[in-house]
């Protein structure tokens, strides 16, 4: 069966450190993935996705990057993190099943910058 | 992706149906109803999802009116545990992402 692995669950950061988020994806090919960021109170804020290895795309400006090194692995990263990255982050994946994208999120990692 | 509007939130005794209305009046034709929902401080969880017809899975039922410019997200018997957000999404075929709103916010009563 597919699962989706997010870690870690909570950090706390100070401003200006580096953050990396890893989200892998097991017991599927070629996904979708998919970096969201929830800040307290707001809705899902949809950050980066990407169709393939190597294959990024970015939704809106900001202070984070993604990156996709392997098939089934998606990394978000700063390299100085600023008070308004303080959020939920959650990783998802979609592979096509008939009319459906079948999404399937991460529990997520709540990151708080101090 | 067209836009929806849902109410922010909605109260419903234990045990009673729940009935979450969306209104999406620009849906264009090759557009999909989703439906989500999000427990506090977990990921989003897929709910049902629909074209045209109505739709029923061991969740909930969908149902979309004949002009389709809104639809209904039936909770049959309410439990606690059905309080969370409930996102209603419109998306075209071959859009990769999902575009999340305010949704509503669903609290089932003792």
């Known amino acids: 069966s597919q699962t989706i692995h997010q870690w870690p669950a909570t950090l706390v950061q100070p401003v200006g450190s580096p953050l990396s988020l890893e989200c892998t994806v097991e017991?599927?090919?070629?996904?979708?993935l998919y970096w969201y960021r929830q800040a307290a109170g707001r809705g899902l804020q949809l950050l980066f996705y990407s169709v393939g290895i190597g294959q990024i795309s970015s939704e809106v400006p900001q202070n984070l990057s993604a990156s996709r090194p392997q098939d089934r692995q998606f990394i978000l990263s700063s390299k100085k993190l600023l008070l308004s990255d303080s959020g939920f982050y959650l990783c998802?994946?979609?592979?096509?099943?008939?009319?459906?994208?079948?999404?399937?999120f991460g529990s997520g990692t709540r990151l708080t910058v101090v | 992706d067209a836009k929806t509007t849902q109410p922010p939130s909605m109260d419903c005794a234990e045990g009673r149906a729940a009935n979450l209305p969306c209104n999406h009046s620009t849906i264009s034709g090759n557009e999909y109803v989703y439906w989500y929902r999000q427990i506090h401080s977990q990921g989003p969880q897929y709910i049902i999802h629909g074209l045209k017809n109505n739709e029923t899975n061991e969740m909930a039922s969908l149902i979309i009116t004949e002009d389709r410019k809104s639809s209904t997200l039936i909770l049959p018997h309410a439990t606690l545990r059905d309080t969370a957000v409930y996102y209603c999404?419109?998306?075209?075929?071959?859009?990769?992402?999902?575009?999340f709103g305010s949704g509503t916010r669903l609290q089932v009563q003792p």
């Open positions: 017991g599927t090919s070629n996904p979708n």
């Open positions: 998802a994946w979609s592979v096509l099943e008939g009319a459906n994208y079948g999404y399937t």
């Open positions: 999404i419109v998306r075209r075929t071959g859009r990769r992402a999902l575009t």
